[in-house]
């Protein structure tokens, strides 16, 4: 049996590519994927966790989660389209809508 | 001894490809990235007892939502368009804070995150009990969820449709300085 440690830390290795590549990127989708990316290794901590404890709570919460995260790429790439449709560019340095 | 070589073979094609999305410039190829990616955490999620959600990662992730993301990129015909550089300062910084904090959570982990005991006996983790379990003690939560995702599908529908006229624009976007 695999110890629970490999898998917090494969968790938190990809957990830090995707706070690497939301600070790093311009492209408003590759940010969002990242984003994904680390909902999934929170995922895998989750999952971990929940072996290690006996414990189902844990895979419950990776479900809605998963919903979670389902709703969030809906309604984020609708945002990017309807930026799209704007501004002709999906830069998130150009989307200063709001800005005063 | 195989689960420990299926543990490394897999955990090393995440994080390639992982790196992949973070790292190629076209994002088209980031996004079948993130679906082998993907792919292999669910490799993982067998590895942890769990072949229920390994089963829905790949039906959820790497089917629907990559498939959405896949679409979105297509239709807004983004792999033609090249990225602007980044500033060299906040490249800079992006990598030095990402690398600092992997550093610092793998040194915690290492450290401090050493269970003696293995977990002993079967866990149960087959759609029974996690059906069993969502709706007996997790109804409530199960059903807000329904609604949030109902909440998310008018919002995407009002956020990425034009407007009914075809030709009249929002008055949205009149207001916009172009």
Not at chain 1, 15 to 34: D, E, H, P, Q, W
Not at chain 1, 57 to 78: D, T
Not at chain 2, 87 to 115: D, H, M, N, W
Request: glycine share 6%; proline share 4%.
């Amino acid at each position: 049996m695999i110890p629970t440690q490999w898998f917090l830390i494969l968790s938190a290795i990809l957990f830090a590519i995707g706070v690497c590549g939301v600070l790093t990127r311009k492209n408003g989708i590759t940010i969002f994927m990242s984003i994904e990316l680390m909902v999934n290794a929170v995922n895998l901590t989750f999952l971990a966790y929940a072996r290690q404890f006996h414990q189902l709570h844990g895979l419950i919460f990776v479900f809605f989660v998963m919903a979670i995260a389902a709703a969030e790429a809906a309604v984020g790439l609708a945002i990017f389209i309807s930026l799209f449709h704007h501004r002709e560019t999906i830069d998130v340095d150009e989307a200063n809508l709001m800005h005063w | 001894m195989l689960e420990y070589v299926i543990f490394f073979f897999f955990a090393a094609v995440a994080v390639i490809f992982a790196l992949v999305v973070v790292l190629h410039r076209n994002p088209v190829v980031g996004a079948l990235s993130l679906v082998v990616s993907f792919f292999s955490l669910a490799v993982m999620y067998v590895l942890l007892d769990a072949p229920f959600l390994a089963a829905l990662q790949v039906i959820v992730y790497a089917g629907a939502i990559m498939v959405l993301f896949l679409f979105v990129i297509m239709l807004l015909n983004l792999q033609h368009m090249s990225e602007p550089a980044t500033r060299p300062i906040q490249q800079f910084l992006g990598y030095t804070a990402s690398a600092a904090f992997a550093i610092g959570v793998v040194y915690y982990l290492v450290k401090y995150a050493v269970f003696t005991t293995m977990p002993s006996g079967i866990f149960h983790t087959d759609s029974t009990s996690i059906g069993v379990a969502i709706f007996e003690s997790y109804v409530f939560p199960f059903e807000m969820v329904s609604i949030l995702l109902l909440a998310a599908i008018v919002g995407a529908l009002l956020l990425s449709g034009r407007s009914s006229g075809g030709q009249a624009p929002s008055p949205v976007q009149s207001d916009l300085p172009s």
